[in-house]
């Protein structure tokens, strides 16, 4: 009988954590908790987590590193884009691969079959044509790009550096890079092959989304190890029940007005979470605009928005799309109430009753 490992993947968000003290105070289940740093967390997640830690036991952090993928990118795009850049482009559908390679600058010209599945594609999308740049300007764009190919130590700015995008939710590679593949090469992958029963606890439930309410409460992974999903049934209310019964405060962030936590801004942000955040975290808004300065130099049309998925004509960076939460429905006018409730922020505001 092989010994099982509880292996618990925390964000600092509601869920996990409840999952987390269900385990420990409840069920008194040894557990593994794996805290995925993406580098794009707030820093009050990361003294929450720290928090947690002297509350419930000790964590494993992981940091995914691409250092040596960005310099295999800088030393491609020596080589390639001078000649490359002065190419009349037509435009083509743009597969994003799982695997760390080139191939994802190799674009097809057919549009993909959705009926098949194309091994290591996450996604297609569409990039229009452009005309080559004359020799200078090829040039100066690929001594921009390897300018700025340079590896910062934050896990989520270099992916989108080795990228020279941004995740999109359609191209949505930052979970894979930054958390599912790192979890398992550091920690799934060493207990399997050392012959463990590895049992990846995932605090989802079914109410967050149709999506979610079809998942089943255990699976096993083609790669070996088991998914347990213990709070599938729970609603929020017995999530933050679970925290009170303990006496363990929930992440602060949902005293300040925000839904989910998780990274800050999700790539995934809806128009009221980025209204919340830039009226409470206006510091993250500008690191957002500077991460936008630094991946669109690294990229081949020196442009790349936070906010791909939400891209279009009047909204290029991350300044316009916080003026666009401003705005009403339609998003043409601007907002009175909440141009009154921008300056007023309230000190404790919670989406799930928490200030009563
Ligand atoms: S999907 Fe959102 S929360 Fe998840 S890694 Fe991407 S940006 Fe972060």
Known sequence: MKQTVNVLTVSGGKDSTAMWICAVKELG?????????????????????????????????IKPDFTERIAKKAEYVRKHWPKKLQQDV?????????????????????????????????????????????????EAATQRAIDH???????????CIWKSRFPSTKVRFCTQYLKAYPIFDEVYAPLLEQGYHVVSWQGVRAAESPARAKLQEREMTPEGYEIYRPLLQWSARDV???????????????????GRVGCMPCINV?????????????????????????????????????????ASDDKKNIYDWVEWSKTAHGGKQYDLIKAIEFDNVPVCSSQYGLCE
């Open 90 to 138: 037509p435009g083509c559908w743009m597969p994003t691969f799982e695997l760390d390679s080139e191939e994802a600058e190799m674009p097809t010209s057919e549009p993909p079959d959705p009926s098949k599945s194309y091994r290591g594609v996450y996604g297609w999308e569409w990039v229009p044509g452009r005309k080559g740049m004359t020799p200078e300007e090829a």
């Open 149 to 159: 190919l340079k590896p910062t130590g934050n896990p989520f700015l270099d992916l």
């Open 270 to 310: 809806n128009k009221d979470e980025l209204f919340e955040i830039s009226r409470r975290f206006p510091e993250e808004i500008e690191r957002i605009a500077e991460w936008e300065r630094i991946v669109s130099a690294a990229s081949k049309l020196q442009n790349s928005s936070f906010l791909p998925a939400l």
């Open 240 to 258: 933050f029940a679970m925290h009170k019964k303990h006496g363990i405060e929930p992440n602060p962030l949902y005293l300040q007005g925000m």
């Open 29 to 61: 289940i040894e557990v593994l908790p794996v805290f995925c740093d993406t580098g794009n967390e707030h820093h009050i997640t990361y003294q929450y987590i720290n928090y947690l830690e002297k509350e419930l036991g000790p964590v494993k952090r």
